[in-house]
């Protein structure tokens, strides 16, 4: 890929581009940055995002002022970041980030920028729109649309790429998914948002270099992967990680257990968990990332509490033991903040209870906060064969009644005459 000296310019209208979709905060942001003598564009996935008709959450800018420049331009300017040194403009909740041009590194700075695998820990060095563009990730993410001018920036061949669907990394992909192993999983993501392919040079090196994933500091790690399944096309995401590798080096413990099963069922039932997912979210309905993440770990849970239970007092004593390790594991890998383990926990462990349909404790268990959440997890499991469907039918049931009746059906008595009920019914030649 050689080095254009001189970009593709095109006009809005040639895109089918309109003004009117862009985010008024950014384009105010990029009015006083060239009223103050400075180029400034928005650039990345909302460029791309405009360019495939979508409705782009967040708008970057990029710019040839340095932080300190634009901090003292705006009031409502903070300056983050250690490895990336960043802006974020904020308007109330909303957060307008803006990034300083930046240049490819040089021999002299390149010990104090990179771990010894390659791996970038300090990108500071600031350059031109042109450098710029080429330091980018792929192709498509390094347009830059002129709100001044009306027009988008191309030096890299991204809309070239964009009409024909395809994400190319630029420059050498061994070497730039060594700078940043993170692109790794971008490319999945943005294959399965867009609906591109991945070009061959850049997929041709994916899956040996999955394992570079170990490196990257596991706070990080978890909000890559809330972007990797919290989208409506989380079951492609699953499949494509497990092609290239990507799973097991993001849930080695899960991907043993899959790769060891004899049954289909823990493939199936994380694959209804994705589908269930992307149902939701075409139907705008909220999303509880520790349910998700509770169904990707549940096998390793499962598993490893039939260990502990001949050693334990209850099924509960279990599985607490084993959530408490398997957690431990996980998030050694990617740091699941305890906000998300505490209620992820307490869905493991109340599984149990649903085998009990006896006496007060439960009436007080359809009262428990995390009882929805415990009762939508236990039908999963269910549609899988890992709960009879008469327990699951039960407590569907029981939801639909009043207090009253809820009481009379878990009489002790009740529950007796239904079982001599059942043992005095007669059968019927032929039935089911």
């Not at 405009?50 to 967040?58: C, E, F, N, Q, T």
Request: proline share 6%; aromatic share 8%.
């Amino acid at each position: 890929m050689s080095l254009q000296k001189k970009p593709r310019i095109y006009s809005l209208s040639e895109l089918d581009l309109s003004t009117d979709n862009l985010d008024r905060h950014a384009v105010s942001i990029t009015h006083r940055l060239a009223k103050a003598g400075f180029e400034a564009y928005l650039v990345g996935g909302c460029v791309r995002d405009l360019l495939l008709g979508l409705h782009p959450k967040d708008f970057d800018v990029s710019t040839n002022a340095e932080p300190e420049q634009i901090q003292a331009l705006f009031k409502n300017c903070r300056l983050i970041g250690r490895r990336f040194r960043l802006a974020h403009i904020h308007f109330g909740r909303h957060i307008i980030e803006v990034a300083t041009f930046r240049a490819p590194h040089t021999k002299e700075d390149e010990s104090s920028r990179a771990h010894k695998d390659g791996r970038l820990l300090r990108d500071n060095v600031y350059g031109s729109l042109q450098e710029d563009a080429w330091r980018r990730d792929f192709t498509v993410n390094a347009l830059y649309l002129d709100p001044q001018n009306s027009t988008v920036i191309d030096y890299v061949g991204g809309i070239e790429d964009h009409q024909k669907k395809v994400l190319t990394l630029m420059g050498n992909p061994v070497t730039r998914f060594k700078e940043d192993p993170v692109r790794l999983i971008r490319a999945v993501r943005f294959k399965a948002k867009l609906g591109f392919t991945i070009d061959p040079k850049t997929e041709a090196p994916m899956q040996k270099l999955a394992p570079l994933l170990k490196d990257i500091p596991s706070a990080r790690l978890y909000d890559e992967v809330l972007k990797l399944f919290l989208n409506t096309e989380a079951n492609q995401v699953f499949d494509t990680l497990r092609q290239y590798g990507l799973f097991k080096a993001l849930f080695p413990q899960t991907d043993s257990c899959l790769h060891d099963a004899s049954e289909t069922e823990p493939l199936a039932l994380i694959k209804q968990a994705m589908k269930n997912t992307e149902s939701r979210l075409k139907n705008n309905q909220r999303i509880t990332p520790y349910f998700l993440l509770a169904t990707l770990l549940w096998e390793p849970v499962r598993r490893l509490s039939e260990k502990y239970a001949p050693n334990l007092n209850s099924e509960t004593q279990a599985l607490h033991a084993a959530a408490n390790e398997v957690v431990l594991q996980q998030v050694s890998r990617i740091a699941i903040p305890r906000r998300i383990t505490t209620p992820m926990r307490e869905v493991w462990t109340l599984q149990p209870r649903f085998h009990k349909q006896v006496g007060v404790r439960c009436l007080r268990f359809l009262e428990h906060p995390r009882f929805r959440a415990a009762y939508d997890f236990m039908l999963l499991r269910a549609q899988h064969g890992e709960v009879d469907s008469s327990i699951a039918d039960w407590w569907t049931h029981i939801q639909t009644l009043n207090p009253a009746e809820q009481k009379l059906m878990t009489r002790p008595s009740q529950m007796k005459q239904k079982k001599k009920a059942r043992k005095k019914e007669p059968s019927t030649p032929g039935s089911a």
